[in-house]
Every structure is written in C-alpha cells, then in structure tokens.
C-alpha cells in the first residue's frame, strides 16, 4: 500500500520569512537537511503531497505573478534533486474566508480521504504550525510538528527509516478473547498466557529462532477443547506479524527454500537435529500450505496440547499472514517433531523477516 507524506511548505520546506509571505525568489531559503532527507524518505518509499495556505493568493494582497516564480523555483529545486510531489494543493483564501480547504479543513484532501487504497497507518501530515497537527488529526493520520532545532529533518528522516516493526492484534469471539503483540526487530521481550504450557513453549520457540519478540494474551474455552484457543491464535499471529510487516520493503521474503504454490525449489536447508525437518516458506500475499509429515505423530497429546493441531496452527497462521508455506518432518519421538516444526519456522521466518535493503522483493510491485 501507498504511504504519503504530506507536508506544509512555508516553514517546514523553506524558511517562514517574517511577513509570512514567500512573495519573490530572494526570499527562497530551504530548510536545514530537507533534501537529504525527503530523498531517504522517498527511498524508503514514501509518496509527497505538498499541503500549503497561502493567504489571499490572487488579491491585491498577494498577486499570483509574485507568488508563481518562489514557488517555481522551490519545486524545480527540489525537482532537479529528485524530489517530486504527487500534488501540490494549495488554499488561497483567508481565515475570514472561512472556506472549507484552509488547514486543518479537509477540503483540499478529500479525494485522499475518499480513496482508502493508500496505507493511513503509516502516512504522516508534517508541518511547523498547530493548524498541520490538527489536519494530520482531522485526517486520521499522525501528525510531526516540525521544529528545525528540536524536530528537524533529520530527526524526522531517522525516526521515519529505522525499522518500528510492531503491532498488536486483539481478537475476540465468543469462544477466545486473543491480544497478541509482535516486534519483528528486537528479541527478548517475549510472554505468554495460552493456558497450555507446551503451546506457550512452542510460541517461544517461533520467537526465539525468529529473532523476535512476541506477548500473546489467549484466554479460550478450554473447557470446551484446545481447538479454538491454538486456530485463534494461529490467526491474531498471522494478522499481528503483517501489519508490523508495513509495506514489506527489504525483507528477503524467502526462508530457507523458494517455495512457489504446490511447488518448491530447494535453494538450500538446515536440519536442526536429526528428525529431518524442512520448512520452506514466502511471505508472497498468496496463502497456500503444504505438509507432509512422513511419521505418523506417537503420541496424540504433548501435555493437553493435541498434536493433531500443530498442522492447523500453522495454517491458520500462513492464510492470515498471506504466507506460501511448506513443512514437512520425518519420524521421531513426538515431542522433537513438533518442536522442530517449530525451531524451524521460526528460523525461516527470521530469514524472510530480515531487512537487507529497500526495495520490494517481488517483480509484481505488490506482495
């Protein structure tokens, strides 16, 4: 999904003169490190909406011939630098106008707001003035107050391009109430609550050979069975672990093999012991899940976790996350064969996780 910046001009993009109008070129004045910043931003993939109030363009006050050349000059600066603005929306009226495009009205957005193909969730409004905080508010988005000394462009630019891969998922039916929280880049801050000791052992196990932290809060009707609580959870771990994904940019999206629907290539795998176990899976947007568990499971439970729900975990999981998935282990004692399914996914899943660069790895534009 698309994800914007929209930014104010006058004070954010270039120096606010003190008559508060950019009227001629000599007044032209960018901002500290905003186009090495809006660079990295664009890398990073964001879009850029320029937002501006300019009181009374087209009056007496502040006659369009006077307002065209610092503009043209500030866009084809940033132009001849690689910067470009999907649109540049403009209000010209004056707060006694009382219009309905002045910031922090919406009128100059609307055909944003209208489209909801774009990624709200991470898209920022960024402008100097309380009336930008406002918009972004008014618009459902976060809002960066812009302050060259405290919030300047580097900050924004670093703050925006580090990795804040984290989420949280709450599910609730009337047969589990499910919160659970994912952060793709940092380990060690795991927990969890299943009610079933050897299913919270096995969420450890994704998290620490993912590389990864996860809190997972499940109360299910476990009187009841097992089945609801493990499919739920399946389900809020596969929906927390996309959306802390974002937009995917840079992830090596594979693990350990190239799998491609109902087949794969072996591009190269790890046994973790010798139960002979092989996960393969992508984080291709397509759901699709293979298992082929050549030994029958020996035991039925491992401590009142069924066995028979390993395989159903991990589908719940793979269709939630929108993951091409392929297991698959051999004979051996019960409790290492469901263990090493899970070692496994986890370090797959650390593999596709990793971010290596910034461009999306797929040659569709979408995964």
Partial sequence: MKKYLFIDRDGTLVAEPSDFQVDSTDKVVFEPFVIPAL?????????????????????????????????????????????????????????????????????????????????????????????????????????????????????????????HRVATVKRATSETQIEITVDLDHQGQSHFETGMGFFDHMLDQIATHGGISIKAYVKGDLNVDEHHSIEDTGIALGQAILKALGDKRGIGRFGFVLPMDEVYAEVFSENLNDDGITVALDISGRPHVEFDLDAVFTRDYIGVMPVQMVGHFFESLAVALGLTLHMKVTKGNAHHQVEALFKAFGRALRQALKVSGKELPSSKGKL
């Fill in 39 to 163: 660079l990295k931003l664009a890398d990073a993939g964001f879009s850029f909406v320029m937002v501006s109030n300019q009181d009374g363009l087209g009056t007496d006050s502040f006659p369009l011939d006077t307002f065209t050349k610092p503009h043209e000059l500030i866009v084809n600066t940033l132009e001849s630098q690689g910067i470009t603005f999907e649109q540049i929306l403009i209000c010209p009226h004056k707060p006694e106008d009382h219009c309905s495009c002045r910031k922090p009205n919406l009128g100059l957005v609307m055909a944003y707001l209208k489209d909801t193909s774009w990624d709200r969730e991470n898209s920022y409004f960024i402008g100097d003035r309380e009336t930008d905080v406002s918009m972004g508010q008014n618009m459902g988005i976060k809002s960066i107050r812009y302050d060259r000394d405290t919030e300047g462009w580097q900050k924004i630019c670093e703050d925006l391009t580090c990795p």
